[in-house]
């Protein structure tokens, strides 16, 4: 096979008969086409197109209209799932009367559906791979160890939070434009890096480069080994430069973590937290993948959101503003577990920011350890992929005629205690951003302090609003906040918004 490959890539040079070759590659190709154009006969696909035999249209169509091919499916099939053709393969998408059914299946596994959607057992992508490792040292990590934040790990994010807005916010009296979508992911990486890899490392230029850029890179080498059919991945994997990449990039976090000196700097961080059997170089890139670009993405759009709010003149920045002070105050001016959960504007406007962007169209990713048989009686096989649509968490039967508009008082509604209650780190049927049963996420509390704090300490040291343009042209909308932009089933916080901040 590895000859096969060599061969392929140099251009047939060679005098091996070529024909026989062909044959057993073209086989390859045509069997792995068919499994997947009639995987799954019995359900509907929303995307699928006479004659698109290479799925390049139902692709495009994925990347560029996921968003309304998901209501189109909604519309057309109702309570009946469908299919849709991704550029990670395929999906079966359940409607929202499925959630109970989806979160209580036990055939029904959301590790191993990560580690298959993202190549997780292919050399470069280990970090992906560790949430599926039988020993759960990832999981079990976030789950025992960052998900009840202590006083400590509190001071760490605020004096971080402090130091990197110090110096990428300034101290002009003038408002001055900064690149938000930037600092928010150095931001995010400089604050988390601090509790999962420690002080020094998270200041270090080559360590932060490395955590930040990894995941993206590894979704792109994710798109390039799927191009290939299956057969062919374990050795193309070799040659894919996307894949080296990531192959690299592993090489590098573990010559850095060579030189390093291990010191007080990391007592209280992963690397002490993490069981000693595991690989801390595998779990560091795992954290990284895990929780970088999701809290970042949630912080972008949040500011983005209190920025709009501020421009439009609305009193909720003031209110968020007093809530801090006297929080800190309350506290000896420090940032106490005890002081989160009294952040209780800030906790309304994060869920009201994270209920109309939750990072991903569908929840409840699933892969189907067994053949399981569907509510509607229709019988999938072993590996199906399955998501719950999200768009209950926008839909106006729910949340009524407002429905996309960011209000957060609606968390705050007289009578309608039960929302109340809802916290952002808890899960309810109408708002599943962090998904929902033995899978949810383990990470959702430390993304509460984290976000908590650095919003906190933005507000309390620079007024924040968005450019002229950029507020006029949202405030057409009508939806009281900066659009997101889609790429395939992800909710992306836009890149381009101008954010404007000057010292209070
Ligand atoms: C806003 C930020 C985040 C969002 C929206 C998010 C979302 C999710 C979702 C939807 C799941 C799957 C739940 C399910 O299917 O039921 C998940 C799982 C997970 N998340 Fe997060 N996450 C975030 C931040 C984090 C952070 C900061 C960490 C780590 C420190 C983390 C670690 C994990 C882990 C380890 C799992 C796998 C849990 C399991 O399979 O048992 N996440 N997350
Ligand atoms: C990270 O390093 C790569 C290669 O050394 C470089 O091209 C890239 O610009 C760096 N990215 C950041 C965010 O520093
Ligand atoms: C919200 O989540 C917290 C932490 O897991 C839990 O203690 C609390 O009971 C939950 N509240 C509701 C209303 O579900």
């Known amino acids: 096979m590895n000859r096969i490959i060599t061969i392929l890539l140099a251009g047939f040079e060679t005098s091996l008969p070529i024909g026989t070759i062909s044959i057993a590659v073209l086989a390859i190709f045509l069997s792995y086409f068919v499994w997947h154009q009639y995987g799954c006969p019995r359900i509907s696909c929303i995307n699928s197109y006479a004659g698109d035999w290479s799925r390049k249209r139902a692709r495009q169509a994925f990347l560029e209209r996921g968003q309304q091919l998901l209501a189109e499916g909604a519309k057309r099939y109702g309570d009946e799932p469908f299919r849709i053709i991704t550029t990670l393969g395929e ?10 059914w989806v979160e209580g299946h036990s055939d029904l596994d959301h590790q191993a559906q990560v580690a298959e959607e993202f190549m997780g057992a292919y050399p470069g992508f280990e970090g992906i791979g560790a949430f599926n490792d039988p020993n759960r040292f990832v999981i079990d990590l976030v789950k025992k160890k960052m998900s009840s934040l202590t006083a400590p790990m509190l001071s760490t994010f605020y004096e971080e939070a402090i130091a990197v807005l110090d110096e990428e916010f300034g101290d002009s009296n003038e408002f001055r434009r900064i690149d938000w979508a930037v600092i928010c992911s150095r931001l995010t990486s400089r604050i988390s890096a601090a509790i999962f890899a420690g002080g020094i490392l998270a200041k270090d230029p080559r360590w932060q480069n490395v955590t930040q850029t990894y995941t993206s890179n590894l979704f792109q080498a994710c798109r390039a080994l799927r191009a290939w059919p299956a057969p062919l991945r374990p050795i193309v994997v070799w040659y894919l430069k996307e894949c080296k990449v990531c192959r690299d990039q592993i090489a590098e976090a573990r010559k850095i973590l060579a030189e390093h ?48 709010a501020a421009s439009d003149g609305q009193s909720v920045v003031d209110q968020l503003q007093k809530e801090f002070g006297t929080c800190l105050e309350a506290s000896g001016g420090k940032i106490l577990p005890s002081t989160l959960p009294k952040m209780n504007i800030m906790e309304a406007c994060i869920k009201e920011t994270q209920r109309l962007k939750p990072q991903t169209l569908t929840n409840l990713d699933r892969l189907a350890l067994k053949a399981v048989v569907l509510p509607n009686g229709v019988r999938v096989p072993k590996g199906t992929m399955i998501s719950v649509n999200q768009a209950t968490m926008w839909d106006a039967d729910t949340w009524g005629e407002d ?46 302090g984290e976000l908590k704090v650095a919003l906190g300490v933005i507000l309390d040291g620079w007024e924040v609003r968005l450019c002229k343009e950029d507020y006029e042209e949202a405030k057409k909308k009508g939806r009281g906040r900066v659009d997101w932009v889609p790429f395939g089933f992800e909710m992306l916080a836009d890149g381009r918004a101008g954010v404007e901040v000057r010292r209070r």
Request: net charge neutral.
């Open 91 to 100: 999906r079966i998408i359940l409607p929202k009367s499925c959630i109970h």
């Open 403 to 448: 429905a996309l508009v960011w209000d957060p008082m609606r968390w705050f509604e007289p009578g309608t205690t039960e929302l109340g209650r809802e916290r952002l780190v808890n899960s309810s049927d109408r708002h599943f951003a962090f998904g929902k049963g033995r899978f949810i996420c383990p990470g959702r509390l430390l993304v509460n």
């Open 261 to 308: 000196q291990f010191g007080t700097a990391e007592r209280d961080t992963a690397f002490t937290w993490m069981d000693p059997r595991a690989d801390p170089v595998i779990v560091q890139l795992a954290l990284a993948a895990g929780a970088l670009h999701t809290t970042s993405q949630l912080l972008n759009q949040a500011l983005l959101d209190l920025a709009y």
